[in-house]
């Protein structure tokens, strides 16, 4: 579990999170929601160690996070940040990335870690493109390639920062598919969204921020019947019925 309590952060004279309290709880898919420059990645970075400097606290497991070595810090959070880098590496070695908090100074891969990659690129079926290099492969493959990577990292709580922007539909269900799997397994799932109807379609809880403060936090459900998508976005939901894809919400403008 992840605790935030308090998270203020100022730069360059302004204050960015205002004593921001959040909490997001392993087995679930918690989404933070916000107009830009809401502070929703600066709260990302807070808790990932990103930002060193910041009054307040995040706790994993109400251990405080800031006591915590890097190595340690590698070994609980996993990070997928918005704009990916494009590195001229195998989709393989990409992968082997995630190994580096077990595999100490030397950097050697033991047979488990092998395993371990192999497992990763095959889950997330970026298998047959492992010697391609990552800089060559499309924006959804890339993307894929980083959750093998996470994948293969282990850790229990993952953070992602909008991981199904400017992707298609089939990539962003893809996207989904990985989330609840992690969510399945047991991790504690933290991810900024821009699009509504991707929130509420699998966000477990969702928290919503504006000017650095926290507004909001409820289900999906309360999110939609509590008003939050007209005031905080202007949007207002519509239930809509298809035969192919049954009911769900989408946002239309007030």
Known sequence: MITCRNITLNKSG???????????????????MGKNGSGKTSLLRCIS??????????????????????????????????????????????VSFGRRPYTGYSGRLSSLDKEKIQYAMEKTGIVQHQQD??????GGERQ????????????????????????????RQRVFAFLQDLQKAGKTVITTLHSLED???????????????????????E???????????????????????GSFTVFRPL
């Open 49 to 94: 160690g990103a930002y060193p400097k910041f009054d307040g606290e995040v706790l994993f497991n109400k251990q405080n996070f800031s006591c915590l070595s890097a190595l340690q810090k590698s070994q609980i959070i996993g990070i997928m940040p918005q704009t990916l880098p494009q590195p001229a590496v195998t989709v393989e070695q990409l």
């Open 223 to 245: 999110f939609i019947t509590g008003g939050q998508p007209e005031k905080t976005f202007g949007l207002r939901p519509v239930r809509v019925f298809t035969e192919e894809e």
């Open 199 to 221: 929130a509420v379609q699998i966000g477990s809880r969702i928290w919503v921020m504006d000017n650095g403060k926290m507004i909001f936090q409820g289900t999906a459900e």
């Open 133 to 138: 290099l990552v800089c060559h492969l499309s």
């Open 14 to 32: 302004k204050t960015i999170l205002n004593k921001v309290n959040f909490t997001a709880q392993p087995g679930e898919i918690t989404v933070l």
């Open 144 to 171: 894929i390639a980083f959750f093998a990577m996470l994948l293969a990292q282990e850790t229990p709580v993952v953070l992602l920062d909008e991981p199904t922007a400017n992707l298609d539909a089939p990539y």
